[in-house]
T-cell receptor
C-alpha cells in the first residue's frame, strides 16, 4: 500500500534526552513536512523539505532538527533544547513543493516524563 | 500574515441531522488554496477537499458539500444526514503559494460529535 509511515506511534522520553521520530513515504513525493499538534490547537509547521539534501525551518523549528538524505525519508529529532516537547507529531508529504495537496501520516505521540 | 478561523470549537448533533462547519480565512495572496481535513480519533489527518481561489463553484461529494465565498472569505463545510462515523475533528487550512513551498496554515479545528 502507498502511504506515509510514522514510527513509533507512542514514545516516552526522559527530560534531557534526544529522540528521533521516523517518517517514510513510498508515494515518490518530492516534498515532506513535519507538523506539531497541541491539544485544542491547529497544526504548526516545524520543518519542511522540498528536495533531497535540502530543508527549511518552519514556524517553530527551535529545539528540532531534521535530515533528508533519501527522498523517501525525513526523520525528525526532538532535542533536549525543545522546552515543551510533549505533543502529537505529524509527518506529511506532497507530490511537488508547490500547489499540491499535502497528505499526512498517522502521527506519533511523544510524552516527556 | 495568513490566518484561518474556525469559531466553532465543538458541535454536537444527533444522527441524521445536517451540520455546517464554518471556516473564515485571511490572506493577502490572490492565488491560494483552501483545504478541509478530517482527524478521526486514530489521529491521522484525512484529506477531504482542495479548492483553488479562482474556482468559487460549490462542490458536492456524497453527503459532503462545500460552499466557497470569496466575498466573505469563507469556505464552509456541510455534512448532510450526519452519521456516527462522521465524529471527528475537522480542520480547515489555507495554503501559502507565494513562497517556495506549499505550507499550510491551519485553523484550530471543530470537534464534531454525532450521537444516536
Amino acid at each position: 500500500d502507498g502511504g506515509i509511515t510514522q514510527s513509533p506511534k507512542y514514545l516516552f522520553r526522559k527530560e534531557g534526552q534526544n529522540v528521533t521520530l521516523s517518517c517514510e513515504q513510498n508515494l515518490n513525493h518530492d516534498a515532506m513536512y513535519w507538523y506539531r499538534q497541541d491539544p485544542g490547537q491547529g497544526l504548526r509547521l516545524i520543518y519542511y523539505s522540498q528536495i533531497v539534501n535540502d530543508f527549511q525551518k518552519g514556524d517553530i523549528a527551535e529545539g528540532y532538527s531534521v535530515s533528508r538524505e533519501k527522498k523517501e525519508s525525513f526523520p525528525l529529532t526532538v532535542t533536549s533544547a525543545q522546552k515543551n516537547p510533549t505533543a502529537f507529531y505529524l509527518c506529511a508529504s506532497s507530490r511537488t513543493p508547490l500547489r499540491d495537496t499535502i497528505y499526512f501520516g498517522e502521527g506519533s505521540w511523544l510524552t516527556v516524563v | 500574515a495568513q490566518k484561518v478561523t474556525q469559531a466553532q470549537t465543538e458541535i454536537s448533533v444527533v444522527e441524521k441531522e445536517d451540520v455546517t462547519l464554518d471556516c473564515v480565512y485571511e490572506t493577502r495572496d490572490t492565488t491560494y488554496y483552501l483545504f478541509w481535513y478530517k482527524q478521526p480519533p486514530s489521529g491521522e489527518l484525512v484529506f477531504l477537499i482542495r479548492r483553488n481561489s479562482f474556482d468559487e463553484q460549490n462542490e458536492i461529494s456524497g453527503r459532503y458539500s462545500w460552499n466557497f465565498q470569496k466575498s466573505t472569505s469563507s469556505f464552509n463545510f456541510t455534512i448532510t444526514a450526519s452519521q456516527v462515523v462522521d465524529s471527528a475533528v475537522y480542520f480547515c487550512a489555507l495554503s501559502d503559494v507565494t513562497g517556495t513551498a506549499s505550507k499550510l496554515t491551519f485553523g484550530t479545528g471543530t470537534r464534531l460529535q454525532v450521537t444516536l
